[in-house]
């Protein structure tokens, strides 16, 4: 039956009446709801503190001024929150389900939101039904458990027009229910309800799946800050108390100091570092055509170890090539050679007899096309000519047939192809033919072909025989056809293995092909493990050959799970691809599962963490480089910070003991916020890959950015800058200097060597050999902003007054450049020495 379907015009009528097919999701917030969440941040509840503080204590101009930072802060964070916002909002468009509908009797595909009431459903194994239908035509097994909890699929058939819609779980009846997965069959179906309508709209169940676990990573990171909030307050306590307990300033004062040790303690990067590298890191991983489903995800790419891969459409092409044609020892080899030699016309000519013309199959496909284009032009390409029988497969004779009128009136020309075995038989051949046969037919299989007898026959009588048995056949020659290997697959495959990642093959292919194909790409050949073997050897022996094996075949979807269980049993971070239902239970067992895009069902997509949008394997070893890099820059990103902070809060604490006025006021502190925070955020989340990245070895996936191994050169960086800047602060204090010099020697110097600490962070994470940083469009950027900034603070008066600076002379200010430079170079020399001791520890490791 032809089927039309809706009018797109009559679809996009009532796609406006009742709305998208889609569940009630939460309300995108709206600038409002943004700012009063950023305005609901730690700091700004500080900064708000402070400029009331300063307000309480007589001085309105310098509480203004720290109160309009305020202003500046939100809009700042409201743009970074917009364009993480509109990574996520990319991110969700790109993996929004499909559907195919039959539209004015076209087919085609179309996001799942766009289908409505009344379209024409095509359903197929592997499929997620995406709104409540009846079934027309065909018969379906369907997965219902999302609905009834039974994992046992419910077989779907069509039933009388005027029956009532049912419900889930019952069995042979025409209904099938939005979010249920169809295991087996085709159908046609007519959509009844789509959205809040259908069965899991109305009890309010989500399509989305089980909510996203909060990765280790997270975890690490709330647990640092926890720790680094409760130092903080236990320091502002403590310098409260000090203060007042000493009698270095009344109550508010010594409240103003406590909350600018507060500002300099608190860690609010962190959350937003998390945030934008995660997320900039799936927007990355996008851009390569490889979708991120959860955040989790990018950061465990850099600790795989074990990448299990499918042979077919990952590593091949998923297309079949006539690759060698043998006749009687002759060997035509398909790339070689341009032109077909006369001998081999007849095996080819009857080859393409045998084949329907219109067939799907991707080796009559590839043999069609190979016809086509060695014998146009010649006497043995038949366009026109129409079978008058056709022998399908009849095991246990593996070849099919086709039988055509001769040019002798009662004559009939055959043509048959099939496995090797089935075609020798027909003909009959002497026994020496066949050994010489065989042993050909297995060289072949051991490089990978899977191969094809032709034969020919003649039948001169009426009627046509009923079987092909009855056929004197002639044997012509085999035909070879491989699945090639992408041409990209051998330089990923070595890169994984400089990387440390290990490359194991699991396909359901034959041995042979998948060892051959496994050579090909530079997978060490080190043996094979079947599923037979699976089955059969005790577990033991199993786990010791999977220490060195890199091929598996013949493998069913539950041994593949099997395997991906004894692999994680070892300790492997192990990573796997497929593309089927039956490998949903692998890719969801996996640590990181691996979903094909273009031929992958939904259910593998949907229980995969990420998805190879064009199934492409180098995709996804650039993927495995995106992971690593963006953790290597999340650690840059903290240790800088914590770098950072540590000069503040030595410098904050300073007063405390000396008991002078503050040197870092809240003004202080949040002007150097504006220079870390899109330095933690933007700077280090762009810098380049370094050379040797997938030279190392996987991550270990215990380690997170926030353990002391990784954070101790940031704690070593800031100890000795606060020591060279607070030796500094003494000898201004003993030289007499008045607190406008030191606040503005101190500060400058802060500055500046907060953008050394830059360079250093840049070029101190895993850098074994002492090379030229790598350009950043966003660090140029700052290292010409930040000096703009100090410029324009020292020449405006308005602007030097807030910070308390004055207005010095000439001469007083030739001591200032000075000692400012004198305590800049010092914690370059300090942080070039100590960079230098890592690359010589991480050179002897």
Known sequence: MEWKGLQPEDARRILDEEGENILPQDRPATPFSRILKILSEPMFLLLLAGGCLYLLLGDPSEGIFLLSFVVVIIVMSFIQDQKTQRVLDSLRTLSSPMATVVRNGIRSNLPSKEVVRGDLLVLEAGGRIPADARLLEGRVDIDESILTGESVPVLKIPGPEGLAFGHPGEGTSPFVYAGTVVTRGEAMARVEATGMLTSVGSIGRSLSGISEKISPLKKASLRFVRKLSLIGIGLSVGDVFLNLFWGHKNLLESLLNGLALTMAVLPEEIPVILTIFLALGSWRLAKIQVLSHRFSAVETLGSITVLAVDKTGTITENRMVLKEILVDGRRFRANNEKALPEAFHSTVEFAVLATPQASSDPMEQALIGFGQTYLTGTEHLHDIWTARKIYGLEPPILAMGRAYPDESPGNFLFATKGSPESILDLCHVSPRKLNETVIQVEEMAKRGYRILGVARGNWTSFPLPDTLHQVPFEFLGLLAFQDPAKKEVAAAVKDCTGAGIRVIMMTGDHQETARAIAREVGIPDTGVLTGAELTSLPEADIRARLDHVSVCARLLPEQK???????????????????????????????????????????????????????????????????????????RAIRFALAAHIPLIGLSLVPVFFKGTMILTPVYIVLLQLIIDPACSLLFEAEPARRELMNDPPRPQELTPFGWKLLQPAFWQGLGVTVILVGGFLSFHFLGWTLE?????????????????????????????????????????????????????????????????????????????????????LSGLFLRALENCWIEASKRL
């Not at 002492?770 to 700052?782: F, R, S």
């Not at 308390?804 to 800049?824: C, H, Y």
């Open 741 to 825: 010099q030191s606040r503005l020697v101190l500060f400058t110097s802060l500055v500046l060597t907060v953008l050394l600490l830059i360079l250093a962070n840049r070029a101190s994470s895993n850098r074994k050999t002492d090379q030229p940083l790598p350009v950043n469009k966003v660090a140029a950027k700052l290292f010409v902003a930040v000096p703009s900034l100090l410029i324009l603070i020292y020449t405006v008066p308005f602007l030097r007054d807030r910070m308390g600076w004055g207005n010095l002379t000439t001469v007083s200010f030739l001591p200032v450049l000075l000692a400012i430079f004198v305590l800049v170079s």
């Open 561 to 635: 799970l099997h395997l991906v269980n004894l692999l994680k049993d070892n300790g492997e971070v192990v990573a796997v691809t497929g593309d089927g239902v039956n490998d949903a239970p692998a890719l969801k067992a996996a640590r990181v599962g691996i979903a094909m895009g273009k031929r992958g069902t939904d259910v593998a997509r949907q229980a995969a963490d990420l998805v190879l949008l064009e199934d492409s394997f180098k995709n996804l070893v650039e993927g495995i480089r995106l992971g690593r890099l963006t953790f290597e820059n999340l650690v």
